[in-house]
């Protein structure tokens, strides 16, 4: 009789158990899924760095600043801010976006074969192998992630604060610290119809008539144009090159402001 209460007991036992255990397997399974992520994010931040120290280190840091913030002039390639709600749209049309990135270049983001991004993975002659890409992956993603869940930021219509979204915005990337221009974007230092038609360098749109004519009626109406979406305003939807820039990456005062700025670079 003893067995058989203990045989009962014990399975009443197992029975809770594993009962809560199954309860648990959720959120034992998301914590150990965040910690993993966390120790991805930080073994990235090292491979992002540019520490003679770190072994590991790739220098990211060297153009996208110590904090993914962008990179300042004098820098190697001047890169975008990666703190950037661009980048989280960017991953809600495509997970994968910041992984073909990395591993790939800029080409994959922009189509421009001279895009100033170059390959990182071992499968196409990088220096970084699939574990150290993961890495930087998530280290970007989460960034993307916090900088999405921040307010959207008004701006006030000044040259100073369209100065920040242009360097903030990856502007700088292809139209260079004091818009020279690289080979990823043409010299906008004196914007008009003689930069439109040196588009023809670039990925020449199909409406560059209506873009010259725009522009001599308008500038800044032309400008916000152009920045918004270049392909669906003049090019019938096809590539530019010149990414399209939505609400969701630089708001109406954003686009203002930067505009206002680009205007007295060039004297207009």
């Known amino acids: 009789m003893r067995l058989k209460t203990l045989g009962v007991v014990l399975v009443i ?37 540019n520490d003679p120290a770190e072994p590991a280190a790739a220098g990211c840091a060297n153009c996208h600043g110590p904090d993914g913030t962008g990179g300042e002039a004098g820098a190697p390639v001047v890169g975008p801010n990666l703190r950037s709600r661009s980048i989280a749209d960017k991953l809600r049309t495509n997970p994968n976006y910041v992984h073909l990135v990395v591993s790939f270049g800029g080409v994959v983001a922009s189509g421009n074969v001279n895009s100033p991004m170059p390959a990182w993975s071992y499968e196409v002659g990088g220096p970084l192998n699939e574990q150290q890409i993961e890495a930087v992956v998530s280290l970007v993603e989460g960034w993307a992630e916090e900088a999405a869940a921040q307010p959207v930021e008004e701006v006030p219509d000044t040259v100073e604060a369209g100065a920040e979204v242009f360097a903030s915005a990856g502007c700088v990337s292809c139209h260079g610290a004091e818009l020279e221009g690289t080979t990823a974007g043409p010299n906008i230092q004196t914007i008009g119809s003689a930069v439109i038609t040196d588009l023809e360098d670039f990925v020449p749109p199909s409406g560059l008539d209506q873009m010259v004519a725009d522009y001599e009626a308008d500038p800044r109406n032309f400008l916000e144009l152009w920045i918004r979406d270049s392909a669906a305003n003049y090019n019938d939807g096809e590539n530019t090159l010149m990414p399209p820039h939505p609400e969701s990456v630089l708001n109406e005062s954003q686009l203002t402001a930067l505009v206002t700025f680009l205007l007295d670079q060039t004297g207009e």
């Open 13 to 49: 036992a197992i029975s809770a158990f594993t009962m809560l255990y199954w309860l648990t397997d959720a959120p034992r399974r998301e914590a150990v899924a965040a910690d993993h992520e966390q120790e991805l994010s930080d073994f990235g931040e090292i491979i992002f760095s």
